[in-house]
């Protein structure tokens, strides 16, 4: 197995890699093209930022930066809405805890809220190993809504 | 990875590279030790910053809180408009001083 492997379709395309954060930013740069190519009306670095942390989340707190298990991040764009799937081989962990808005002071957990802040509709499964986020195109953040 | 000028009354350090999760760890390396070696003043300059995370948040606070503990100051400047809405957004603009390009 590759440490990094890329699968690509027309309006789709998802990314395997070892858990490293150094695998992350290689994975965030390729999806990234794909956006690019996609023309999808985000601003780039919104999406880069969700997609930062959702990964992250993976390698981090779902397979604790063990390089052999995997993180495979799917993005599927259709006429009016963008998916993303993040599922990674761990047994799960705290996540509702990662959508709560954190103590202004507190240097950590804010992956999940940042998702939540910059539109995105976000999901786990009950296990908390396969994360859905979703954001129709025309969703604004939600800092601007107030 | 940062280049470090000391001035009068402050220390300013200048990341060369996106803040993220995989050189945060690196970055707070860096300030702590400005921080264990006397500093209480210091600026971080993001004008080679393009990308900033939660990771790289969390350095940033972390450092605040070292820094407010011992009665000094972080001041982050040169910030893009995409980070000062992060900062914004997540209101830690109110934590410490932020300052845009």
Redesign the interface.
């Given at each position: 197995m590759e440490c990094l492997s890329i699968t690509h379709g027309v309006h789709q395309m998802s990314v395997d890699f070892a858990s490293t954060?150094?695998h992350?930013?290689a994975a965030v740069h390729a999806l990234m093209v794909f956006i690019q190519q996609q023309q999808i009306p985000y601003?780039p670095?919104?999406l880069?930022?969700v997609l930062?942390?959702a990964l992250?989340n993976a390698v981090?707190h779902g397979n604790h930066l063990d390089a052999a298990r995997l993180v495979r991040c799917a993005m599927q764009v259709d006429q009016d809405i963008l998916q993303i799937t993040v599922t990674d081989e761990g047994e799960g962990f705290d996540w509702q805890q990662q959508l709560q808005e954190p103590r202004?002071?507190?240097?950590?957990g804010?992956?999940g809220w940042?998702m939540q802040?910059?539109g995105f509709e976000v999901t786990y499964n009950p296990a908390g190993n396969v994360l859905c986020l979703s954001k129709p195109f025309d969703h604004p953040?939600?800092?601007d809504m107030v | 990875m940062s280049q470090v000028v000391n001035q009068a009354d402050s220390v300013v350090l200048t990341p060369d590279t996106d803040v993220?999760?995989?050189n945060a760890q690196q970055l707070r390396t860096s300030l702590f030790d400005l921080i264990q070696s006397g500093h209480s003043r210091i600026v971080i300059d993001l004008q080679q910053v393009?990308?900033l995370?939660?990771?790289g948040?969390?350095?940033f606070?972390?450092t605040h809180?070292s820094l407010k503990t011992a009665g000094g100051e972080l001041r982050v400047i040169n910030v893009s408009p995409?980070i000062l809405?992060?900062f914004?957004?997540?209101?830690?603009d109110?934590?410490f001083v932020v300052e845009s390009r």
């Open positions: 954060l150094e992350v930013d601003e670095f919104d880069e930022l930062r942390e992250t981090r202004l002071d507190s240097p950590g804010r992956g940042l802040l910059y953040i939600a800092g | 993220v999760a995989s393009a990308m995370d939660s990771a948040l969390g350095v606070i972390a809180n995409n809405r992060l914004q957004l997540t209101r830690l109110r934590r």
